[in-house]
Nanobody, 120 residues
Framework: QVQLVESGGGLVQTGGSLRLSCVAS????????MGWYRRAPGKQRELVAA???????NYADSVKGRFTISRGNAKNTVYLQMNSLKPENTDAYYC??????????????WGKGTLVTVST
């Protein structure tokens, strides 16, 4: 079993910053990639940013230049530094990890989400 726990969400004014964190734990052999997704009510989940084990990153066009994704030294942690936040960034943000467990099978795992609210 693998658990992902997010933290760092909250209320911030337009132009402010937040840093989201996600820690993966459990029967992990290795983690191939980790990422952050968002999903507003009634909408499909969409990629915000992702990072591979080798450090390659991918961002949604709407956040390029403002958000930065990074992995922790222990490689089971991923961060999302969110700068110059806009009201349209208001959403629930979910951590995702492509995990190879100790039995060597792979699967996608999700956290329960953390809410980011950007006020005008």
């Amino acid at each position: 079993q693998v658990q992902l726990v997010e933290s760092g969400g909250g209320l911030v004014q337009t132009g402010g910053s937040l840093r989201l964190s996600c820690v993966a734990s459990g029967s992990i052999f290795s983690i191939n990639a980790m990422g952050w997704y968002r999903r507003a009510p009634g909408k499909q989940r969409e990629l915000v940013a992702a990072i591979t084990s080798g450090g390659t990153t991918n961002y949604a066009d709407s956040v390029k230049g403002r958000f930065t994704i990074s992995r922790g030294n222990a490689k089971n942690t991923v961060y999302l530094q969110m700068n110059s936040l806009k009201p349209e960034n208001t959403d629930a943000y979910y951590c995702n990890a492509d995990v190879r467990v100790v039995t060597l099978s792979t699967a996608d795992y999700w956290g329960k989400g953390t809410l980011v609210t950007v006020s005008t």
